[in-house]
């Protein structure tokens, strides 16, 4: 395999400049409990960065302004297009309004009304197709047709950069970190954080979750190269990508040091726990980083000092609650 060009912390700190105050530096918050002193006994450090208090409820404007800060003028102006079911939508179409351009997302049908009406919040024109396949089909065409640019949800150097800062900053509040635990939909989250955590805490453990029927990068680590998946099947829409792609997938192969999954219950019911005691409401996808520390890595992280990524936030009540109900 090609050797991919690894961000160094110099790199990832003046994208942090770069990136300037149209990103929020978003709290590390340390969970003290009886609870989490059951789940994971009193001398286990849990710190959460909560990435949900972030502008567009996720990590993902980071991704989608380095992107966007990268293009000629020229090509700002002719606006920018993107394809997902949410979460990378209303980041792009919120990056689009900081750096005064225009957006126009493509999203299926199955799309939550409320992520739906987020984008159009930030001033995006949203089409919406039958499914996936379409959407990325009727993205390329929107590209041709009206010049715009295509960011992509969790591929390529500048998306790995925007999401290394994520790392970048954790590293800085807790010097002492055992291990970060990274949520996988495609893989560009965790590709950034775990090659910044990884040279700046050289002996921290990075591992990253999926969920059961959604796990395209435990199957391309397993097969030594991406891989595509045959369904996704999970209620984390947000992890739900079909497929790995190269630049974040040699990241992770290089940085990360287990991938694990975990089933949509454990997730739900980590959801309704992170609601009733931390107070934070997150969609399933923010629940699962916590849902493997407390689960299949809880062993691992016992008696350390462990990273939480709470990666975001975008539900509307009627899912939320119907999740939770499922838990009962």
């Not at 050797?3 to 530096?25: C, M, W, Y």
């Amino acid at each position: 395999m090609e050797t991919i060009k690894v961000p160094t912390p110099r790199q990832v700190e003046r994208a942090r400049e770069k990136l300037g105050d149209k990103v929020r530096r978003t709290p590390v918050w340390q969970w003290k409990s009886d609870v989490k002193d059951q789940l994971l006994s009193a001398k286990t450090n849990v710190f959460l960065k909560l990435e949900l208090f972030q502008y567009a409820g996720s990590f993902k404007p980071r991704g989608a302004l380095m992107n966007m800060l990268d293009l000629t003028e020229e090509q700002l102006k002719n606006g920018v297009t993107a394809v997902s079911a949410g979460n990378h939508a209303i980041a792009v179409a919120y990056a689009a309004k900081s750096l005064g351009t225009t957006a126009k997302v493509v999203m299926p049908k199955t799309a939550n009304s409320f992520r739906v009406e987020k984008c159009k919040s930030h001033g995006a024109t949203v089409e919406l197709v039958d499914d996936v396949h379409e959407a990325f089909q009727r993205v390329k065409e929107i590209e041709k047709e009206e010049n715009r640019a295509f960011i992509h949800p969790f591929e390529g150097e500048q998306t790995a950069l925007g999401t290394a800062t994520v790392g970048l900053e954790f590293a800085q509040d807790v010097p002492e970190l055992d291990a970060v635990i990274v949520p996988i939909g495609g893989g560009g989250l965790c590709a950034g954080i775990a090659a910044a955590v990884k040279q700046i805490i050289s002996d921290c453990k990075v591992y990253g979750v999926e969920p059961v029927g959604a796990d395209s990068m435990s199957k391309s680590l397993k097969a030594g190269e991406p891989v595509e998946i045959d369904e996704v099947d999970t209620i984390a829409d947000s992890l739900g990508a079909p497929h790995a792609a190269p630049y974040s997938f040699g990241l992770c192969q290089r940085f990360v040091d287990e991938v694990i999954t975990i089933t949509d219950l454990k997730m739900a019911q980590t959801m309704r726990m992170m609601f009733e005691e931390l107070k934070l409401a997150v969609e399933p996808a923010g629940a699962s980083a916590l849902a493997a520390a407390t689960g299949p890595l809880s062993d691992e992280v016992m008696n350390k000092n462990v990273g939480i990524i709470v990666c975001g936030t975008n539900i509307d009540t009627e899912s939320f609650y119907s999740i939770l109900e499922k838990t009962k």
